[in-house]
Structures are given as structure tokens and as C-alpha cells.
């Protein structure tokens, strides 16, 4: 990227990806949902670059629901129901003692939170594909399948654990001494939802991850994304979609919703997590990051404290609702009621949204 020179500055840089998303209206899962999306997919190739070695793309991926049949007969281990496993996506260290050692950090974070690891699975891929500048940063690549405590454990309560399991493990991992320690990150940690994402152009990402070539693997929703890198260099970790998001434009106050989520660490209160532990999953956002990586750790945070998934988007990139005349009273009072408690994320032109539960624009 280039250097900040005289009245220049990278932060500066604007531009527009490609994002979509495709679902059945009543929830029937099949083949042909991901078919089609990764056919969106490639349709937006031209919403990116692509580097000198003619297969490095800026970032592309796909999010789908867990396809629960197909992991059960690839997997080497027994699955519980659907809805009763969370899968994990994760990035590991290229060196394997230091994949290990995150490996390692994230499990104790696990058995703090009493959840249990099911088992490992090394995800298929077809590395031949693979630019040779994104092959120096490639990741080794695994999926963790972890169950709940209790049977009678709630969906909120599991995806809180693994929210602090991963933020907890994600601190620990960062701060470390290893060479490698930016490689651990997780693309997905969810009990509805799976992404499978890289540093590739559109066309490759099913020639790499050859799940998605199965035709086993079903969903009835799907949420995809073409990246177009500006002010934060293409790398493995900052393909989309994010967890819960993708965006297609620019946040153009990012710079004021970044410091306001750092200002706002030191009065977070909650009646789920003690102040010792809280402590451990700062900061929110992690420095660095692209603009819309940002605003889904922020999105993830929000989502932890029970708020629904349209509720946060409404507070977080708020129409314009002052002077609507036709809006009701009652939707003018929720924006201004939200207004003094969470500043709008402005510019986006377009951000796909999903939990596995919702999906919207």
C-alpha cells in the first residue's frame, strides 16, 4: 500500500466490491443454493484485481449454513443433532509448532467456558490453484466441532461461550512471542452458520475448497463476497464475508466509530461476563483491520448482548430519519433512541447480512 506523503493519505482510498446473497424463501436446503451463489460469485469477479501472478485475487468467499449430513459422514467422529455443535473455521500458523501451540491456547479457552471439543477435521483443499503470492501467506486450514455444555444449554448462552473462548484465545495468540501469531483467526465460530473464504479470485474458491464441489452439501441460504482492497492490504483473513457481514463501498466514518468503541471499553458493563473476564476480550475491535471488519466485530458484540440481528443493523447504518415525513413516529423514536447510544456507521452502499436465522441487505 502506499505511505501517508505530504496531503496524501492511504486512508483516503475508495472503492466498491461486489457482494450478494441467494436464499430459499421457505427455508428448503439444497445444492443448488450454493450452486447458484458461487455462480453470483464469479459473475462479480470484475469487482476486484488481481495481482501480477494472475490467480491472487483481492479476497473472496462464501458463507452457507452448516450442512450438518455432509460433515456427518466426513467427519471421523460422532455429531450431535443439529443446533446441539458449533463448527469452527480457523486459520492456522504455516509452522506447524506454532499451529499447535494455537491450537493448544484455544482449546483451554474451550474448557474455561466448559464447552467440549468434539473433534478436528483437516478441510480439503486444492492448494495447485493458489497464486503464488498468496501461497507465501497461506494458512494451514481446520475445522474444530465443539458441542454445548448442556443439552438444555441456549443457542444464546453457546454462542456467547464461544464468542469469549475465541476473543480470550484470539489475545492470548497476538500477544504471544510466535513468528506466525497473526495467521490464527477464525473465519467463522457459529452453530448455524460456516464460511469458507481466502485469498483467491472467485473462480478458484470451489476448486480450493473441494466441499463446496460436493454435491452433498446443501443450504438454503448463502451470502457471497468480491473484495476490492483499498486501505488495508489483501490478505488472507481480510476476505469476505466477515461472520455475520460483507460490504460492498466504504465507511467513511470509520475513523470516529473505531475511537468511540475504544472510548466506550471502559464503561462496558454486562450482567453476563465479570469485569475480570471482560478485561480479556478487549479490545472490540482490533487494530488494524479493514473498515468492515470493524464494524462486524462491533455487529458480533452487539449480538452477544441478546439485540436481534435486524435491531443492530437499524441502529448501526440508520436511514435517514428526520425528516422522513411518511416513517411512523414509533420507528423516528427507535433511530433516535438508538441515535444516543451507537453513532451510524455512514457510506456503505450495500452490507448482506446473516446470522442463519436472518438474512437481509
Known sequence: ?????????????HEN???????????????????????????????????SDGRTGDGAGILIEIPHKFFSKECDFDLPEPGEY??????????????????????EEIKTQKLNIIGWRDVPINSKVVGSIASKSQPI????????????????????????????????????????NKFFYFSSLHIRTIIYKGLLIPEDIERFYTDLSNPELVTSLALVHQRFSTNTFPTWDLA???????????????????SRMVSREELIKSKLINDDLLEKIFPI??????????????????????????????????????????????KKAF????????????????IPFTDGKFIGA
Not at 496531503?7 to 483516503?12: A, K
Not at 444464546?156 to 480470550?168: D, H, P, Q, S
Not at 469476505?240 to 473505531?258: A, K, S, W
Request: aromatic share 8%; hydrophobic share 40%; with cysteine.
Open 86 to 107: 458449533a463448527v469452527g473455521m480457523l486459520f492456522l500458523p504455516q509452522k506447524i509448532n506454532q499451529a499447535n501451540y494455537c491450537i493448544k491456547t484455544f482449546e
Open 335 to 350: 433511530y433516535e433512541f438508538n441515535g444516543c447510544m451507537m453513532e451510524p456507521w455512514d457510506g456503505p452502499a450495500s
Open 240 to 258: 469476505q464475508p466477515f461472520r455475520y457481514m460483507c460490504h460492498n463501498g466504504e465507511i467513511n466514518t470509520l475513523r470516529g466509530n473505531v
Open 285 to 330: 475491535i482490533l487494530p488494524g483491520k479493514s473498515d468492515s471488519a470493524s464494524m462486524d466485530m462491533v455487529l458480533e458484540l452487539l449480538l452477544m448482548t441478546g439485540r436481534s440481528l435486524p435491531e443492530i443493523m437499524m441502529m448501526l447504518v440508520p436511514e435517514a430519519w428526520e425528516k422522513h415525513q411518511s416513517m411512523s413516529d414509533e
Open 141 to 180: 486450514i481446520k475445522q474444530v466441532f465443539i458441542s454445548k455444555e448442556t443439552q438444555n444449554q441456549s443457542e444464546k448462552e453457546f454462542n456467547l461461550k464461544l464468542y469469549l473462548a475465541r476473543k480470550v484465545a484470539e489475545n492470548k495468540i497476538y500477544n504471544s512471542p510466535l513468528s506466525q
Open 1 to 13: 500500500m502506499k505511505k501517508a506523503q505530504g496531503l496524501y493519505s492511504p486512508l483516503f482510498e
Open 17 to 51: 466490491c461486489g457482494a450478494g446473497f441467494i436464499c430459499s424463501l421457505k427455508g428448503v436446503k439444497t445444492n443448488k443454493i450454493i450452486h447458484r451463489a458461487l455462480n453470483i460469485l464469479t459473475c462479480l469477479e470484475h469487482r476486484g484485481a488481481v495481482s
